[in-house]
């Protein structure tokens, strides 16, 4: 159909809810290190990565030189046999994980990790009672969207699990968010307990909970918060989820995983979208006795396949050597300090928040804190027309999402920050 243009033809073939993002939506077709180009060759500054996948940067050649070879070799032989890569991609993230005594297993989306936890949880402790935190994203399929506290991104009501939802780390919108960061955190915890003990039977599953928040719009709490709500947990023997499928590999600067900045050690973290840099992959890392908990078979018949974990085992080397964390703390602190200066002279700008290279920016209508979703749109599209991709997120869509690869450098931090100067220029005078 040569007459219809990209646009037309998605919106005729692919579900309504597969949403686009800007007016005019971008096909990009090319990208190398922290830029891309679209379809008509126009080039942008990337700084969401494909919603914080690209972690290393487009075209990394030690990750593309390892995709070359093994897609030399073979592509697939499913998890019935053994697959060097895949266990030695086990071995290092077992090693690198905040999980004691941990085994990984690999599947092929974030989504399908947290259901892989949920079900985990749920079989070690014969139990479907589940809590999660009001404002979280934990995926698309059926019990992750039931753990899923946030309107727009849960479709259905029906549920495998029965959820109970505890305050978060979205402290801009909490009534409890006038608190000093230790007394919020005794509310969270006073929250917690009551929650076990007035909507649960007792025997509770698992807790799931994401460091920051990522489609919450970077929702993020007072340091120690989650430490201090897992000697809760513990007390009642419920386990602790860590879903880092956005705050995994040092996105978060100060720490390789965002749980760290909370002293907590969780039974399971739940890892996807940045150790592929782009390559499909997954997981669960589990304390071994939680692994093995589960009595019958299981298999991801694509679940860590030797192509995407020879990717991600040259991805994880890159960061490692590069030492990519390090970058995203010194660029990511620069970027925020900028954001800040920038967003004072700006009264459309509620909050800026965030950690390393996951910086958010929440929009709204002065004086008050009416969520403007409507300036958000337009903060994107100025930034598209200015040559910056950034992301949006937010309970209310309200939310702007900063999060390029962690390979990005300090000039294009500045170029990123004068864009977006503008944009909230151009926003506050509508
Ligand atoms: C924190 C978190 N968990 C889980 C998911 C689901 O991952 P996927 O889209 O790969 O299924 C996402 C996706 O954005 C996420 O941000």
């Known amino acids: 159909m040569p007459d219809k243009t990209l646009i037309e033809r998605h919106r005729a073939v692919m579900p309504s809810w597969l949403t686009l993002l800007y007016e005019e939506p971008i096909s990009l077709v090319r990208g190398k290190e922290r830029r891309v180009w679209d379809a008509y060759g126009n080039e942008y500054l990337d700084f969401f990565g494909g919603i914080l996948t690209t972690m290393s940067g487009h075209g990394v050649e030690e990750v593309l030189d390892a995709i070359r070879e093994q897609a030399g070799k ?11 890569s895949q266990v030695e991609l086990a071995e290092r993230i077992a090693d690198l994980a905040p999980v004691p005594d941990a085994k990984v ?27 999660a935190l009001r404002n979280s994203y934990h995926g698309r399929s059926f019990a992750t969207v039931a753990v899923t506290g946030n309107r727009s991104w849960s479709p259905s009501a029906f549920s495998p699990l029965s959820v109970s939802y505890v305050h978060g780390g979205y402290m801009y919108r909490s009534p409890l968010g006038q608190l000093a960061d230790s007394d919020y955190i005794d509310a969270g915890v006073q929250d917690l307990r009551n929650v076990i003990e007035t909507t649960t039977s007792g025997t509770v599953a698992c807790m799931i909970a994401e460091p920051i928040q990522g ?88 679940g860590g396949n030797p192509l995407s974990t020879a990717a991600a085992l040259a991805n994880l080397t890159y960061l490692l050597e ?24 700006t009264p459309v700008v509620g909050d800026v928040r965030g950690k390393g290279l996951m910086l958010g920016i929440e929009l709204v209508r002065p004086p008050g804190k009416t969520a403007a979703p409507d300036l958000a749109s337009r903060v994107l599209e100025e930034c598209r027309a200015r040559g910056l991709l950034v992301g949006r997120g937010g309970l209310y869509g309200n939310v702007i999402r900063i999060a390029p690869p962690l390979s990005v450098t300090m000039e294009e931090a500045n170029e990123a920050a004068e864009i977006l100067a503008a944009a909230l220029a151009a926003a506050a005078a509508d």
């Open 74 to 84: 073979i592509l697939h032989t499913s998890t019935q046999y053994l697959i060097e």
């Open 105 to 131: 297993f690999f599947c092929c989306s974030g989504s399908e990790a947290n259901e892989t936890a949920l079900l985990l949880a749920a079989s070690a402790r014969r139990s479907n009672q589940v809590i």
């Open 215 to 302: 489609v919450g719009g970077f929702a993020t709490p007072p340091d120690g918060y989650f430490g201090a709500m897992k000697e809760v947990l513990d007390e009642y023997g419920i386990l602790f989820v860590s879903d880092e499928v956005q705050t995994g590999w040092g996105r978060t600067g100060d720490h390789f995983w965002g749980i760290e900045a909370h002293g907590a050690v969780p039974d399971a973290i739940t890892f996807a979208k940045g150790i592929g840099n782009g390559l499909t992959i997954a997981g669960v890392a589990a304390r071994a006795e939680i692994m093995d908990s589960l009595a019958a078979n299981s298999i991801s018949t694509f």
């Open 322 to 345: 590069h030492d990519l964390q390090a970058n995203a703390l010194k660029v990511g602190s620069h970027l925020k300090a900028l954001l800040k200066s920038a967003a004072e002279n």
